[in-house]
């Protein structure tokens, strides 16, 4: 029971102190807050409502802010809108937004003729001749309070959709087939799949995967249209703990991919798109430490495998083999290249795209087949994110790609390999006179304390001027885990940030990807600590040269970023104003001791193993927030926000780590979304909420509440 639970709204909920002994390695860890992880306990429930109406009545004078915030990304947003349509098949396909709904709207139009590769421009309130509403999103939705796609496929020829649907936030997904026809739904209906499931190229099948207890995707199935799913063969299951599995269809349609990897190995099986009951065939044998990933094409008339893979190349090389005998010659097309860290190779029939890095910025380019050469596609801007999305045909004319800056809304390019012409589709619209003429963006280096320089990135309103001209209020953002880089992508909710006057900062910390490999793995397992020093060198370097001060620099985080925001609140509390911790995994050493929790033996190759490696324990000890909160010490204003159904980080992380920070006197608040989440509430208008409530709580850290 809550020691407080007849309190008023502005006293903070005190959960009972209930230890709990944990014994590792000799060392014994005393937990007053585990209690919090019965999830179904009413008693948990009751303290988790507690803590929401308390920081609802702590944050209640920011009722008018949190409004106008809202107001001014909906005023900046077309509602009512349309996507560029893509062609697959004999049909463009879209998606709708209308203004008052939450949801998308799924649609399609058939092509003037085979050769109709320009997708037509579509109008809001102009009506799209021949339209079809495939699925929408706010029907689907109907008296739920969360809904999410984990997967929407249709078949080559048009005929079915395969769709996928979350009510609870927990990212198991229920299978329907609506025949397009008709527009009935079929009887098959298949529970608990993990998302991306796809129809077989003749659309008789569907592929999904299912995972097991600690929510690993470990099972490939195959449904057949029309069956019970009883009746569901399967075809792949993979008994290692540390490995997840996915499956999906080369673009060509020639082979089903079944792919196992960890963080640090993968290995991938083929099976013949026209026999997919026969027996999968591995590409490489899975060897510890080499990863790969492989696509098929058609050169000269032989199929092939373009294979990126890491094997003696840290940063990755890109080889060809025979797709009948992949094990055997390779044939080297792009060397390894240290500083270009190769991502990914998309193959069409007539080239394929390569995706990589390189001084920090994402690229892509098209690769000739016959000579191994690659040309880039350039872009003016000093910052910015390109990419390759949308592109199901395997024989098209041109590459369907995204682009953006911290300046320039997402916009859409067809690129026309022939002629090398970049062709406008379109630019997301930003209403209410928005010039990124009037922001600016630029990239910085700061000097770690191990001498390592680390990339920042600043994006500011001139009329603000310069950041180091005065001393103004910073956000600053930051990851640093999984590789994962945060790209310089624009967002119309930070205009409300902007246009406030604060400095929006990215501290490109290691354990990204931003600068390659290397990157990553100086900020994992035992170099764990360089991503939050990194994080510390940034705020540090940005109070010495006069761009903020500790009174005006906040810091957000999420999820394991959230964990970086845990440790930089223990490692250098005086240099932040507030911390904003979105889903945070705070607790890390306690999911990582238990195998049984979800995905922890998966997380073994990322974080290292604590339960059977004493240095391990010792060194992830040393660092997780939820231990090293610290008596004494004057903590900067804490948010915390989380869902209850998150099943990649549990609740009970942000929620223990409050209590024990309010032992010690801290000011945190826990936020529960109820029904959600790791990606926390559902629909666009929940979400805009939802983002509005913290950014009105940084600028009341910040001191800009009334601005």
């Known amino acids: 029971m809550t020691r407080d639970s007849a309190a008023s709204p502005l006293t903070a909920p005190t959960a009972a102190a209930r230890p709990t002994i944990r014994r590792h390695h000799g060392d014994e860890m005393h937990d007053d807050y585990e209690w919090l992880r019965a999830k179904e306990d009413a008693e948990v429930i009751a303290h988790l409502e507690a803590e929401n109406a308390y920081t609802e009545a702590r944050t209640t004078h920011l009722a008018g802010l949190r409004q106008r915030i809202f107001d001014e990304i909906k005023a900046r947003t077309l509602e009512t809108d349309l996507s560029v349509p893509t062609r697959q098949g004999a049909f463009w396909y879209y998606g709708r937004t209308v203004e008052g709904k ?156 079944i792919e196992v990897g960890s963080s640090i190995t993968t290995e991938e099986y083929l099976v013949d798109a026209a026999d997919l009951r026969a027996e999968p065939r591995s590409i490489w044998p899975r060897r510890e430490g080499v990863e790969y990933s492989a696509t098929h094409a058609v050169v000269d008339g032989e199929d092939v495998l373009y294979i990126v893979h890491n094997e003696n190349a840290l940063d990755f090389e890109l080889v060809r083999v025979s797709a009948s005998d992949p094990a055997g010659a390779r044939e080297v097309v792009l060397p390894h290249t240290t500083g270009r860290r190769l991502l990914d190779v998309s193959a069409f029939r007539d080239w394929a795209v390569v995706s990589y890095r390189r001084d920090g910025l994402a690229r892509m380019g098209i690769l000739d087949y016959r000579t191994g050469a690659v040309d880039e596609l350039a872009f003016a801007e000093e910052l910015y994110t390109a990419g390759a999305s949308g592109n199901p045909e395997w024989a098209p004319p041109v590459v369907r790609l995204g682009f953006g800056s911290f300046l320039t809304p997402g916009t859409v390019y067809d690129y026309e390999v022939a002629t090398g012409e970049l062709l406008l589709r379109k630019r997301q619209p930003v209403l209410g006179g928005y010039d990124p003429e009037h922001y600016a963006q630029r990239r910085e280096w700061v000097t770690a304390s191990d001498g390592t320089r680390v990339p920042v990135s600043l994006v500011w309103k001139r009329s603000f001027g310069e950041p180091g001209e005065a001393p103004r209020a910073v956000h600053l953002y930051g990851y640093g885990s999984y590789e994962h880089s945060i790209e310089p992508g624009f967002s119309v909710a930070r205009l409300s940030m902007l246009d406030r006057g604060v400095v929006f900062a990215v501290a490109h910390v290691r354990g990204g990807g931003e600068l390659g490999r290397q990157w990553y793995e100086d900020g994992k397992l035992q170099h764990k600590r360089n991503t939050f020093t990194d994080f510390v060198a940034v705020a540090r370097h940005l109070v010495d040269t006069g761009v903020t001060s500790p009174a005006t620099l906040v810091a957000e985080g999420g999820s394991a970023g959230g964990l970086l925001m845990g440790a930089v609140a223990n490692l250098a509390p005086e240099l932040f104003a507030g911390i904003l911790a979105d889903v945070p995994f705070v607790d890390a050493l306690t999911t990582i001791l238990d195998p049984s929790l979800p995905l922890t033996v998966i997380e073994w190759d990322e974080w290292g193993d604590p339960l059977h490696d004493a240095e391990v324990y010792a060194y992830m000890k040393s660092y997780t927030p939820y231990e090293n909160v610290r008596e004494g010490v004057t903590y900067p204003r804490i948010l915390a926000t989380t869902s209850l159904n998150d099943t990649r980080v549990y609740y009970v992380e942000p929620a223990k780590w409050v209590a024990r920070l309010r032992d010690v006197g801290a000011d945190a608040l826990l936020k529960c979304e109820m029904v959600a989440g790791h990606g926390g509430v559902s629909g666009r208008y929940n979400s805009w909420h939802q983002r509005s409530f913290e950014l009105a709580w940084l600028l009341d850290v910040l001191g800009l509440a009334e601005v």
């Not at 299978?175 to 998302?195: A, F, M, Q």
């Not at 569907?206 to 057949?224: G, N, S």
């Not at 080369?250 to 082979?255: C, I, L, M, Q």
């Open 102 to 257: 939450q949801y998308g709207i799924h649609c399609r139009a058939p092509l003037a003729g085979p050769d109709d590769w320009t997708p037509p421009v579509l109008t809001p309130g102009v009506d799209v001749p021949g339209e079809t509403v495939l699925l929408d999103g706010n029907i689907e939705a109907d008296g739920h309070e969360f809904f999410s796609l984990g997967s929407f496929d249709v078949t080559t020829d048009g005929s079915r959709l395969l769709y996928g649907v979350d009510v609870e936030g927990d990212e198991r997904y229920t299978l329907r087939i609506r025949d397009l026809v008709t527009g009935e739904t079929l009887p098959d209906v298949v529970e608990n799949t993990s998302s991306g499931a796809g129809f077989s190229p003749d659309g008789r099948h569907i592929v999904y995967t299912t995972v097991d207890d600690a929510w690993r995707p470990d099972t490939v199935w195959l449904h057949e249209v029309g069956t019970a799913s009883a009746d569901d063969v399967r075809l792949f299951h993979e008994p290692d703990e540390r490995y997840w599995v996915g499956a999906g269809f080369t673009r060509s349609e020639k082979y089903l991919v």
